[in-house]
């Protein structure tokens, strides 16, 4: 038995293996393509301007409220608990879902859909507090592509079992109930890290960075061991009395670490470039998450699923699978992104605007899933360039830092739009319309992205500038 805790402890394996499972299970959701027609049809009745204007938009205000407090405790309490919390959200999303009734009770279920979505950063940082630095490649690697897959395998599930088995919605969301289910039960076999990247940052029994050396990255870490711990049974228990007391004070320590998040996100934006492409980031991932939230909404009104076929699970499968296409093109092309990538995000932004246009102006609904693949697939595209232009010169800690803060203010954006666009109480637009402000947006950023900024706050001149020498100068 201690041997077989031993090699749980130190293996990479046996965490990513647990965490890719549980990634699989709670991205398997073969009701998620069809949840407007299911909450508009007989089995709970409500009508498309309700789920438009009063029950979609309270995902996004719970969104908000949740992912800051979510971020700093998921590292201060070290991934795995947040990770089960995530489970009892998902299970209790889908029991709503099945078995409440009402406008009120689909609202609290959107409440904890949207505590479901704010935890998902523990996803994705507890497999670096687990594994060495030689593995953090290979780890994340495995742990995108398997929710890829999931949710590629959930959309064409879903599609199948619906055009040809005849299944109702009713009984994809029991199978969705059974597949996050799964996932909730793999969050208990993972092993309790025993390092995060802010509050638990190994070596915290020593004195905190200063301020000339910031944030150090994860690779100055060494792999988490047994020998280092002393035990499993002991480590699983925290530090010893001998450690605790060379630690600081706990409310100094917080105190502390967040002065220092407040230094390192200065740091990071007072760089041009990265200003800007975070700039872009947060606006592009608003709009993008507005169109993802209400595309159903817009598929049934072009083709109202109570009269029409839907086929709303093959297009979001054939959109995940271009998605990820387009983002692993991204890293065999051999092109310098600091000179052609403002060029790329010009080229790819106009492809996403005249997409969502083609939704706006034309009706059949065929063009309107024609449109929702390229818009997915170029936004796909971008934000993987963005991505790599942003960590390419960060550390694990601050990139994790700058991702975080770029989707709150992405989520500030896309409250905004929502209370404005979307909510009763602002101008409750149709969705029609919703689409093409969303679009509008992008494209008033994207020019000015491209060009010279000191002109446009100056005069908002008309001569745009298509150079990398503007955003670097």
């Known amino acids: 038995m201690d041997c077989w805790k031993g090699a749980i402890c130190s293996s990479w394996i046996y965490p990513t293996l647990i965490i890719c499972v549980n990634g699989f299970f709670s991205t398997m959701r073969p009701s998620e393509s069809f949840l407007t027609p299911y909450l508009t049809g007989p089995d709970k009745n409500l009508t498309v301007e309700q789920v438009t204007n009063q029950i979609f938009p309270v995902w996004t205000y719970s969104y908000l409220a949740l992912l800051v407090p979510v971020f700093l405790i998921t590292d201060y309490v070290r991934y795995k608990p947040i990770l089960l919390l995530q489970g009892i959200s998902f299970i209790t999303t889908w029991l709503l879902l099945l078995f409440a009734h009402g406008l009120v009770a689909m609202q609290v279920m ?48 879903g599609q199948l079992l619906v055009s040809l088995a005849d299944v109702s919605y009713f009984h994809l969301n029991a199978i969705t109930l059974a597949s996050v289910s799964l996932a909730f039960v793999c969050s208990f076999l993972l092993p309790m890290p025993q390092k995060s990247m802010f509050f638990h940052r190994k070596g915290s029994s020593e004195t905190l960075p200063q301020p000339d050396r910031v944030v150090a990255g994860l690779s100055s870490n060494t792999s988490l061991s047994c020998q280092e711990d002393k035990d499993c049974a002991a480590a699983d228990t925290g530090p010893n009395p001998a450690q605790q007391a060379q630690q600081p004070e706990p409310q100094h320590h917080v105190l502390r670490v967040l002065v220092q998040l407040g230094k390192d996100l200065k740091d990071c934006y007072s760089s041009r470039k990265l200003l800007y492409w975070s700039l872009w980031w947060a606006l592009a991932t608003a709009g993008f998450n507005q169109v993802v939230n209400y595309i159903q909404v817009l598929w049934d009104f072009r083709a109202p699923s109570h009269s029409s076929a839907v086929y709303n699970g093959a297009v979001e499968a054939v959109a995940t699978f271009l998605g990820s296409a387009t983002s692993m093109a991204v890293g065999y092309v051999k092109v310098n992104w600091d000179l052609t990538g403002e060029l790329a995000l010009g080229i790819f932004s106009a492809m996403d605007a005249g997409s969502l246009f083609l939704m706006y102006f034309i009706d059949n609904i065929w063009a309107c899933y024609a449109g929702y693949l390229a818009f997915k697939a170029c936004y796909m595209l971008l934000i993987t360039i963005a991505t790599f232009q942003i960590a390419v010169n960060l550390s694990m800690e601050r ?61 908002r001149g008309r001569s745009f500038s298509f150079t990398a020498a503007t955003l670097h100068s």
Request: glycine share 6%; proline share 1%.
């Open 399 to 459: 990139y994790a830092l700058m991702f975080g803060f770029n989707n709150f203010i992405a989520l500030v954006i896309q409250t905004i739009l929502t209370i404005v666009v979307v909510d009763p109480n602002g101008l409750g637009l149709g969705i029609s319309t919703q689409t093409l402000l969303n679009e509008v947006k992008q494209v008033d950023y994207h020019h000015i992205k491209m060009r010279s900024f000191r002109t446009w706050v100056a005069g």
């Open 110 to 157: 959107e409440f904890f859909y949207g505590m479901v979505t704010a935890t998902e950063v523990a996803y994705y940082a507890y497999i670096y507090s687990v594994v060495s630095t030689d593995h953090y490649q290979r780890v994340t690697s495995y742990c995108r592509s398997i929710t890829l897959v999931a949710a590629t395998l959930a959309a064409v599930l």
